[in-house]
Nanobody, 120 residues
Framework: VQLQASGGGLVQPGGSLRLSCAAS????????MAWFRQAPGKEREFVAR???????YYSDSVKGRFTIARDNAKNTVYLQMNSLKSEDTAVYFC???????????????WGQGTQVTVSS
C-alpha cells in the first residue's frame, strides 16, 4: 500500500490541526494504521494507532488531545490534534501494517511525512 500524508503546517500553541493520510489499493481496511512522529535529533516515536476493527491506542503524551480515525470508504486515516504544544513539533508519518503493536518496525508501509510546527 502507498501512503500520502498531508495537513501539516504552522500553528500557535493551543491550536488544532488535522492530518490526513490517503492510501492506495483495495486492501486498506485490512491494515492497522498508525501515526508516528520524529523531532529533530530524536528517534521516531509512536503517536497513535487504529486497528482494523476501529480500536484506538495513544501514547501517553498525546492521550486526551489527539484523536485517530479512519474512513475505509475513502481509504484515509486522520489524526485530529487539539491543544497543541511546542513539544508536538515534529515530522508526522503515517504507517500501515499487519501487526497489532505500536512499534515502528512492525509497519511496512510509510508515507512521506508532513511537518507540524507549534510556535507563537
Amino acid at each position: 500500500v502507498q501512503l500520502q500524508a498531508s495537513g501539516g503546517g504552522l500553528v500557535q500553541p493551543g491550536g488544532s490541526l488535522r492530518l490526513s493520510c490517503a492510501a492506495s489499493g483495495r486492501s486498506f481496511s485490512t491494515y492497522n494504521m498508525a501515526w508516528f512522529r520524529q523531532a529533530p535529533g530524536k528517534e521516531r516515536e509512536f503517536v497513535a494507532r487504529i486497528s482494523r476493527s476501529g480500536g484506538t491506542y495513544y501514547s501517553d503524551s498525546v492521550k486526551g488531545r489527539f484523536t485517530i480515525a479512519r474512513d475505509n470508504a475513502k481509504n484515509t486515516v486522520y489524526l485530529q490534534m487539539n491543544s497543541l504544544k511546542s513539544e508536538d513539533t515534529a515530522v508526522y508519518f503515517c504507517a500501515a501494517g499487519s501487526a497489532s503493536v505500536n512499534l515502528a518496525e512492525a509497519f511496512g508501509s510509510w508515507g512521506q511525512g508532513t511537518q507540524v510546527t507549534v510556535s507563537s
